[in-house]
C-alpha cells in the first residue's frame, strides 16, 4: 500500500527527521516528504500499518498529517 498525506513539514531538517523517525519505527520500503509542494506531501511506499498510525505517529512528532484526498 501507498500512504499519501498532507503535512506542514517545511524544512529539510524536519524532512530528515520525519523520515529516519518513520524508517526507524515502521516497516517501509521507502518515504518522502516534498517540501517543494504546496501540500508538503509524506509519501510512504509499501505501508504495512494503517493510515491512522502514521497520522497519530507524525502527530506526536509535532507535525500536522491528514490523508491526501
Known amino acids: 500500500m501507498i500512504g499519501i498525506f498532507r503535512t506542514n513539514i517545511g524544512t529539510y531538517h524536519e524532512r530528515t527527521f520525519i523520515v529516519d523517525a518513520i524508517c526507524n519505527n515502521f516497516d517501509v520500503a521507502s ?7 504546496c501540500d508538503k506531501v509524506l509519501r510512504i511506499v509499501d505501508l504495512k500499518v494503517d493510515e491512522r498510525s502514521i497520522i497519530s505517529f507524525v502527530q506526536e512528532q509535532g507535525f500536522l498529517c491528514e490523508v491526501l484526498e
Open 31 to 37: 518515504c518522502h516528504v516534498d517540501i517543494e509542494d
